[in-house]
């Protein structure tokens, strides 16, 4: 199926996203996913965020300014670090590939993503999901595959992956993963 990925994630998001909830965004970037996860959970909400550029953290630390009710933990470093989180998410966003308009060098990998997501998974909350959406722009196809083949290989998950939408060869491919009851 091909899909609008920003329309997805936004639906998706807000079908499983209440105010209240933790929520996490494994790749905060520009924080425009961040923005979104904010305005979900609202006052008393949740958000932890990684991204291994500083560019990002301070970017994401301004935008975290305008939800001063909200609870934020942003975290320079690998989102492989979600083992060290003592709690369950709602929702878990990816976004994989190099931070817009920054250094393309520092993209995210297949192994690391793969650990990163194997970690999280037994982090979602009964009936939690998680979005992981791959951009080109970098071996896009490579690590999407590898990724699909890893988690296909997983238990206690259903895995869902929506195709890039257009010919572009820089549309993304999102991945939606469900965790099922019995982890």
């Given at each position: 199926m091909?899909?609008?990925?920003?329309?997805?994630?936004?639906?998706?998001?807000?079908e499983?996203?209440?105010?209240g909830?933790?929520?996490?965004?494994?790749?905060?970037?520009n924080?425009?996913?961040?923005?979104?996860?904010?305005?979900r959970?609202?006052?008393g909400?949740?958000?932890?965020?990684?991204?291994?550029?500083?560019?990002?953290?301070?970017?994401?630390?301004?935008?975290?300014?305008?939800?001063?009710?909200?609870?934020?933990h942003?975290?320079h470093?690998?989102?492989?670090?979600?083992?060290?989180?003592?709690?369950?998410?709602?929702?878990?966003?990816?976004?994989?590939?190099?931070?817009?308009?920054?250094?393309?060098?520092?993209?995210?990998?297949?192994?690391?993503t793969?650990?990163?997501?194997?970690?999280?998974?037994p982090?979602?909350?009964?009936?939690?999901?998680?979005?992981?959406?791959?951009?080109?722009?970098?071996?896009?196809?490579?690590?999407?595959?590898?990724?699909?083949?890893?988690?296909?290989?997983?238990?206690?998950?259903?895995?869902y992956?929506?195709?890039?939408?257009?010919n572009?060869?820089?549309?993304?491919?999102t991945?939606?993963?469900q965790?099922k009851?019995?982890?």
């Amino acid at each position: 199926m091909k899909i609008n990925h920003l329309f997805f994630t936004h639906m998706m998001v807000k079908e499983i996203v209440k105010q209240g909830d933790t929520v996490c965004d494994m790749t905060l970037g520009n924080g425009y996913d961040m923005r979104y996860l904010l305005e979900r959970v609202g006052p008393g909400g949740t958000l932890y965020g990684f991204d291994i550029q500083e560019e990002a953290i301070l970017t994401c630390h301004q935008i975290g300014e305008e939800f001063p009710n909200t609870n934020i933990h942003l975290i320079h470093g690998s989102h492989e670090r979600i083992q060290d989180i003592n709690t369950s998410f709602s929702c878990i966003l990816y976004n994989l590939g190099y931070l817009p308009g920054g250094n393309k060098e520092k993209i995210t990998h297949p192994k690391t993503t793969f650990e990163s997501l194997r970690k999280a998974i037994p982090k979602l909350r009964k009936g939690g999901a998680m979005l992981v959406t791959v951009y080109g722009g970098h071996d896009e196809n490579c690590e999407r595959k590898i990724l699909i083949h890893a988690l296909k290989k997983l238990k206690g998950i259903d895995l869902y992956h929506f195709k890039k939408e257009g010919n572009h060869p820089m549309a993304p491919s999102t991945l939606l993963i469900q965790r099922k009851d019995h982890i």
